[in-house]
Nanobody
Framework: VQLQASGGGSVQAGWSLRLSCAAS????????LGWYRQAPGKQRELVAT???????KYADSVKGRFTISRDNAKNTVYLQMNSLKPEDTAVYYC????????????????WGQGTLVTVSS
């Protein structure tokens, strides 16, 4: 099982980016998915999460600007980021709280590699 994040880049303040994170491998089900970020010198923090049923949760700092969504058929989670600010600069990581494989084994607290988002003023 692998989580592959993509879509990061360098943009100017006010621009938009869309991150994607696709899970690959022999997967039968993925529970909640989320995006976290870690800015230089800071701890990793929650950005947004989405349950398997589509219920979402956002950090206050991104409410109204970011939208998390998922495509269960593609085992993919997205993060649409609008009105980006310099303080959004960070490495963004996707996370699955658990993944059930085709062999009915569970992978808990599964992380993908990060994708860097840089927002300049």
């Amino acid at each position: 099982v692998q989580l592959q994040a993509s879509g990061g880049g360098s943009v100017q303040a006010g621009w938009s980016l869309r991150l994607s994170c696709a899970a690959s491998g022999s997967i039968s089900r993925i529970n909640a998915l989320g995006w976290y970020r870690q800015a230089p010198g800071k701890q990793r923090e929650l950005v947004a999460t989405i349950t398997s049923g589509g219920r979402t949760k956002y950090a206050d700092s991104v409410k109204g600007r970011f939208t998390i969504s998922r495509d269960n058929a593609k085992n993919t989670v997205y993060l649409q980021m609008n009105s980006l600010k310099p303080e959004d600069t960070a490495v963004y990581y996707c996370n699955a709280d658990w993944i059930r494989t085709a062999n009915l084994e569970y992978e808990y607290d599964y992380w993908g590699q990060g994708t860097l988002v840089t927002v300049s003023s």
